[in-house]
């Protein structure tokens, strides 16, 4: 149990730092269009090569966040970590993402879809602008939701200072929503990967893997879940208005 305590404040700043650089290099991964020049590849049997690596990072992500979400895992290894258990899930889960945006592979000249915005500046302004909107309700949605929670940051502080897990002191409609859809936002998310310029072949293959993956944890999510949501969205949009007109 000291061992634990001596380890958890660093623990939860590596944990807040790794998401912070997850974040700016998934906006650069899913957002921002690749403007050096590839060489064409021709040899389709390159084309696979690329594409068997690309499928195989993702799958090691969905592995890794799906045992470690699992009930088993929660049970073998997830009790014995405690209140550590979030940060470390988000610092695992930040590791191999970034390991996939450092190595993914693209395919050049395998395009499902290619929008050239040199030559249009108003096409480019609205991919501009539906990513950035995507990207802001993305960050609001996972505001509203407890996100030191979700980071493990809380369980830490709580802990520390000798009260309760924060978990019971969520109301029952929030402990509802969290174990339903643990990762809100999932309407943003899905324009962030086809709403896009440029779908190249490998894009396609995480578009689509990754849709399938997102949509398939929707199983659980409830009516009361979405409305709980747009009330709080309401709440903080009309208490943010105030705070700015006064």
Known sequence: MMLKALFSLPLSIVACYAIFVLSYKAVVF??????QAFNVIQDSKEVFKILLFDLLLV??????????ASRLYKEMIGSR???????????????????????????????IWFW???DS???????????????????????????????G???????????????QYMSRRLQSFITHMPHPGVL??????????????DRWLVSTLLTWYTCL???????KDFVYIEEQTKVRMTTTARHMAA
């Open 30 to 35: 899913f957002s921002v269009q690749k403007t």
């Open 59 to 68: 799958g090691v992500f969905v592995l890794q966040h799906s045992l470690m």
């Open 81 to 111: 970590l405690g209140f550590l258990q979030r940060s470390v899930y988000t610092i695992l889960t930040c590791i191999i993402l970034q390991f996939l945006f450092e190595n993914w592979k693209t395919v050049s000249g395998w395009d």
């Open 116 to 118: 050239d915005l040199h």
């Open 121 to 151: 500046p108003v096409t480019s302004l609205f991919f501009s602008l539906v990513h950035t909107v995507a990207w802001c309700f993305l960050a609001l949605e996972h505001a509203l939701i407890d996100p030191f929670y979700l980071i």
């Open 153 to 167: 940051v809380k369980q830490v502080y709580y802990r520390l200072w000798g009260d309760m897990s924060p978990w």
């Open 188 to 201: 943003c998310f899905l324009i962030l990967l086809w709403v896009y310029p440029h779908m190249s072949l």
């Open 217 to 223: 944890g929707l199983g659980q999510v409830t009516n």
